[in-house]
């Protein structure tokens, strides 16, 4: 089973800067999916980035493409979502998930983080 911790979450002001990150724990194999995902008031879970665990295979939403930026530490285990020129509308909890060993789901989910920017 794997587990994640996010943190980083906060307030700021539109075009502003944030650094997330998922702490990790358990065992995670190299192909593992290891993905950013968020969610509004109102509005279903959509997709953010991910990446899989070896740093291959990085992929962004549109709406967040060229803006944020997902990577992994390596020496502690941590992934990391760097959202750059933040707008309202991104405002949302976000959570860190992993896939399942299979690759067929993200089967661990992070507790969320809250993100609000300001306009």
């Known amino acids: 089973q794997v587990q994640l911790v996010e943190s980083g979450g906060g307030l700021v002001q539109a075009g502003g800067s944030l650094r997330l990150s998922c702490a990790t724990s358990?065992?995670?194999?190299?192909?593992?999916?290891m993905g950013w995902f968020r969610q509004a008031p109102g509005k279903e879970r959509e997709f953010v980035a991910a990446?899989?665990?070896?740093?291959?295979?990085?992929r962004y939403a549109a709406y967040v493409k060229g803006r944020f930026t997902i990577s992994k530490d390596n020496a502690n285990n941590t992934v990391y979502l760097q959202m750059n020129s933040l707008k309202p509308e991104d405002t949302a909890v976000y959570y860190c998930?992993?896939?399942?060993?299979?690759?067929?789901?993200?089967?661990?989910w992070g507790q969320g983080t809250q993100v609000t920017v300001s306009s």
């Open positions: 358990g065992r995670i194999f190299s192909s593992t999916e």
């Open positions: 998930a992993a896939q399942d060993i299979y690759g067929r789901s993200y089967s661990s």
């Open positions: 990446m899989r665990w070896n740093g291959s295979n990085t």
